[in-house]
């Protein structure tokens, strides 16, 4: 299932500054970032479900935001990118350095 992840943290203190990490991090461990604040996650529902309550423990709620958009497991009809930053393909090859 395909999921894009974005979010908004509020980096008016110390704590929100934390906060935009720590989240920022978590989306890396599991999706490919694709615009600054901006990820993608072809994951199963299990995984999603365990990613996107520990993206809601880090947040504050009455400051920041994040939003899920579902594009299901027919995402590729539904993604159409245009300009810098070569895409990717999140079913191809995955190479490690």
């Known amino acids: 299932m395909m999921v894009i992840i974005s979010y908004d943290v509020s980096t008016a203190d110390k704590a929100g500054s934390t906060r935009l990490r720590k989240i920022a991090k978590e989306c890396q461990n599991h999706a490919q970032r694709v615009q600054n604040s901006v990820f993608e996650a072809d994951l ?54």
């Not at 880090?58 to 245009?82: A, C, I, P, Q, T």
């Open 44 to 97: 199963d529902y299990s995984t999603f479900l365990k990613l996107k309550d520990r993206l809601l423990k880090l947040m504050d709620k009455e400051k920041d935001s994040l939003r899920f958009y579902y594009l299901g497991n027919n995402w590729k009809r539904r993604v159409e990118h245009v300009g810098a930053k070569k895409s990717y393909d999140p079913e191809g090859v995955l190479i490690i350095n």
